[in-house]
C-alpha cells in the first residue's frame, strides 16, 4: 500500500513537464548531497560516500538524457559541466573532501534555478 505521500510524488513526476523534471532531479541530487554532508559532519562515512553515489547516479542522468541534436552549444556545455560534476564528486568520496561536495552542490543549485527559470518561462508562454 502506497502513502499519500507517495501517491503525490508518484503523480507528480508523471504529470510535470521536461523542464519540471530536470528541476526534481536537481532537487533530488541537492537533498542526497545535504544527507553527505550531514553524515560526514557524524562522522559516517559509509553514508557519505552512500549519498554521494546517489548524487553522482542523478548527474549522470542529467547527463544520459542531454538532447545532442536539439540542444546544440547549450547542450554540449552541460555535458562539460556534468562530466566535470562527475570527476569531482568522485574526488569528494576518495579524498573525504566535504569541501568539494559543497562546490559541487554550489553548482548543481546554481544549474537548477536557471531550469526553474526556464520551466517557470516556458509555462508562462504556454
Do not use: C
Not at 557519505?48 to 540542444?71: C, P, S, Y
Request: zero cysteines; charged letters at 20%.
Amino acid at each position: 500500500m502506497t502513502s499519500g505521500y507517495q501517491a503525490y510524488q508518484s503523480n507528480s513526476v508523471f504529470t510535470a513537464t521536461p523542464e519540471q523534471l530536470v528541476v526534481m532531479l536537481y532537487d533530488g541530487a541537492l537533498r542526497f548531497g545535504r544527507r553527505a554532508l550531514g553524515a560526514w559532519a557524524s562522522g559516517d562515512k559509509p553514508g557519505a560516500t552512500q549519498a554521494v553515489g546517489r548524487v553522482t547516479a542523478i548527474v549522470h542522468e542529467l547527463n544520459a538524457t542531454l538532447d545532442m541534436e536539439k540542444g546544440g552549444e547549450i547542450a554540449e556545455n552541460l555535458r562539460s559541466i556534468y562530466t566535470f560534476l562527475s570527476g569531482y564528486l568522485i574526488e569528494s568520496v576518495t579524498q573525504q573532501d566535504p569541501v568539494k561536495l559543497r562546490r559541487a552542490m554550489d553548482l548543481l543549485m546554481e544549474l537548477r534555478e536557471a531550469f526553474s527559470q526556464a520551466a517557470k518561462t516556458s509555462a508562462a508562454a504556454a
